[in-house]
């Protein structure tokens, strides 16, 4: 009688425990693993060189194709460019590495500041005070026949 | 420390003695394999559950969109094709385990005195079974689901009396469907119908525990058994063995989805789904005024008649063998369902209708586009600038050239591989695609069919784009090209090319003679062209 117990209980354990993990394991795939997008440098023309003042960092908006989820659609992005040298440009991404907040360059300091728990950082991206662990994200540019490509994915420091 | 925190919560909350209370219920001695159906349809309601909450989580409740976001739940997400077929097909087998449940119940009449309100219980948990059915039938948003709808809301404006009225409550105009059919759908499907199960499943459990299991005419003189772990044992297996059912079906019978519903769609013939195929058979013996007796009256006739049972059948409990009535009816019932049904199916036409979930990039491009990615593998231009990757050329993939035009004629026509291999339009062509292509274009660059590509090249040199129009390009002098497959039959096609007046009597087209091997790869490629 108790191993005929004990095979019931062995029946209702085991199934049980297929049944969860034929179920767990695509729930856990659907939930938790995203698809590598496809297009990955998807770099877009932003500026013009010649717009761009060496040493000054600047506001650049361009459009460019998004896709989200199942839609897809032309979004406006916002980057902070600043052109070092005669050919090379960096661009970092508007958002404070802290918290996300948006950022703008304060002139007379010669910083990007955060409005929202005052990270600072320099002209080349490092933190110089605040709560912010990281220099600033950047854009992957590349410079071609004098025009700025942005691409869209961004690269943390 | 497990013990001591047991003890704690059995002591505040009395969770353990409960679940001890639930698993040690005495059933009758009878009691066996022809009790399992309620726990295996209790589990393939909380199948559907788990998978609904899942689906609604990547969905969008609102047309077009409904449809957009299934298509990319079943073409984008992890596992997100088999989650739909889950449970797609996890309703389909949950109403025949419900129906067999019941078709128990009644063969053993189990629903005598005291149990006729577990029965009636059961048998709206039936009805809100089909209700799930009908209602998740609209929400992929395709042809499928639109025409089947339309059906369904027509026939509600038949009942009488009510008619006007379900059709208001159903948010139609009584002749098509729109945004607000859909969100009354889907509200009843995830908002209405769900707590309504529950708590008729809840009332139905407490009835079975109410009023024990009912015993067998013999029971009374045998010692009474326990719930578990015996009678559990054989629920898992019978659990088991349906699970496995749905699991061979989700990962082996692909789910379709149509084209995106359209009202203009002519050409489209609704078939509800395979549980209702008989109420569709059924209808088509009543004509003209009488229409409304198989649509509305003799349905609602049975489902009284079902609701009665328990008080029509008020008997002595009898075995099983020698409940002769209930025996003929059940097999009554089942040759009607099953003859209307084989007939629905033999009338059925076949349909070409493309799965819109396994269209890839490639056949929604120009054909020109397919044919420039021809010349690009055609001069071996990918044997340096390799698509996807940094190789020894630039990576085309990343961004359109920014080239100046003239440069990347020179280049290609000097390019190392394959010089001369393109004649001065198709490097033109090729110019054109890298500096301009879309997304999609990179997409069908790297993926296309190598037989596709050919097709379309062929499609190109042969200039069909001066007159049929295909993905958005070209002329309108004759019919558009998207869909044909789904239109013509494939014979039809391939005469056509070389004698089109001998099918299309005022058709200009000239004849093409192409080789067998040109006109299977031509064919190929516009017939998977969807609409």
């Not at chain 1, 191993?3 to 659907?30: D, E, K, N, W």
């Not at chain 2, 589990?43 to 990319?72: H, K, M």
């Amino acid at each position: 009688m108790h191993t005929r117990r004990s095979f019931h209980t062995a029946i209702i354990s085991g199934l049980g425990s297929v049944i969860g993990v034929a179920l767990g394991v695509p729930t856990a795939l659907y939930l938790l693993v995203t698809r590598g997008s496809k297009s990955k440098g998807n770099f877009v023309e932003a500026a013009n060189l010649t717009q761009l003042q060496i040493g000054k960092p600047q506001e650049v908006t361009f459009e460019r194709t998004r896709v989200d989820g199942w839609r897809t659609f032309q979004e406006k992005v916002l980057a902070w460019v600043v052109r070092t040298d005669d050919q090379n440009v960096v661009a970092y991404a508007p958002q404070c590495t802290h918290l996300g907040c948006a950022y703008h360059w304060e002139a007379p300091r010669n910083q990007f500041v955060c409005p929202c728990h005052e990270s600072r950082f320099s002209i080349d991206g490092k933190v110089l005070g605040g709560p912010a662990a990281r220099p600033l994200d950047r854009y992957p540019v590349r410079v071609e026949n004098s025009k700025l490509l942005i691409g869209s994915e961004i690269r943390k420091a | 420390m497990f013990r001591r925190t047991l003890a704690w919560l059995e002591d505040r909350t009395g969770v353990e003695s409960a679940v001890k209370h639930f698993l040690y219920e005495d059933i009758p001695a009878s009691s066996g394999w022809h009790q399992v159906f309620g726990s295996v349809a209790l589990f393939a309601f909380l199948v559907q559950v788990a998978t609904g909450i899942l689906l609604a989580l990547n969905y969008a409740p609102t047309p077009p969109e409904a449809y957009d976001s299934l298509r990319y739940i079943m073409t984008q997400v992890t596992a997100g094709r088999f989650m739909r077929a889950l449970h797609h097909w996890g309703a389909s087998l949950m109403i025949i385990v419900v129906v067999v449940h019941m078709i128990q119940a009644f063969l053993w009449g189990t629903y005598k005195k005291p149990r006729e309100a577990t029965w009636i219980a059961g048998v709206a948990l039936l009805l809100l079974t089909l209700a799930y059915g009908l209602s998740g039938y609209l929400l992929p948003w395709d042809n499928r689901a639109y025409w089947g709808t339309v059906v369904t809301t027509q026939i509600s404006a038949l009942a009488p009396g009510a008619g006007p009225l379900l059709v208001r409550l159903l948010g139609s105009d009584g002749t098509s469907i729109g945004a607000i059919t859909f969100t009354r759908f889907y509200v009843a499907h995830v908002q209405i119908l769900p707590p309504l199960t529950a708590l008729l499943i809840a009332i139905h459990l407490f009835l079975v525990r109410r009023h024990g299991v009912a015993p067998a005419p013999s029971d009374e003189l045998q010692p009474k058994k326990k719930f578990y772990p015996q009678q559990v044992a054989k629920d898992t297996i019978a659990i088991f063995a349906w699970f496995v059912v749905l699991m061979g079906m989700a990962l082996l019978a692909r789910v379709p989805l149509g084209h995106l519903a359209d009202p203009t769609d002519l050409s489209y013939i609704p078939r509800p789904e395979w549980y209702f195929l008989f109420l569709f058979q059924f209808l088509k013996w009543f004509e003209g005024p009488l229409e409304v007796v198989g649509a509305v009256i003799l349905p609602t006739l049975a489902i009284v008649a079902l609701l009665l049972v328990p008080f029509i059948d008020r008997g002595k409990m009898k075995l099983v063998r020698q409940r002769m009535g209930a025996i003929s009816l059940v097999v009554l019932a089942a040759i009607f369902w099953g003859g209307l049904t084989a007939r629905a199916v033999a009338t059925t036409p076949e349909t070409r209708e493309m799965d819109m979930s396994l269209v890839q990039p490639w056949q929604e491009i120009s054909a020109g586009n397919l044919a420039s990615i021809g010349l690009f593998r055609k001069a071996q231009c990918g044997s340096c600038h390799e698509l996807g990757k940094p190789g020894a050329a630039p990576d085309l993939t990343i961004a359109p050239s920014a080239r100046p035009m003239d440069w990347l004629e020179e280049h290609i026509k000097s390019s190392p591989k394959a010089p001369g291999a393109l004649t001065d339009p198709q490097v033109q062509m090729l110019v054109t695609f890298v500096t301009k292509r879309s997304d999609k274009a990179v997409d069908a660059w790297q993926n296309a069919p190598q037989t596709a590509v050919d097709g379309a090249l062929i499609y190109q040199a042969n200039d069909c784009t001066s007159c049929h129009k295909l993905n958005g390009i070209g002329d309108e002098l004759g019919p558009p090209l998207n869909g044909v497959g789904e239109r013509r039959e494939r014979s039809w096609i391939e005469g056509h090319f070389a004698d089109p007046p001998k099918y299309s009597p005022d058709s200009i087209m000239p004849a093409f003679h192409f080789k067998p091997d040109e006109l299977k790869l031509i064919t190929d490629y516009i017939t998977a062209i969807p609409k």
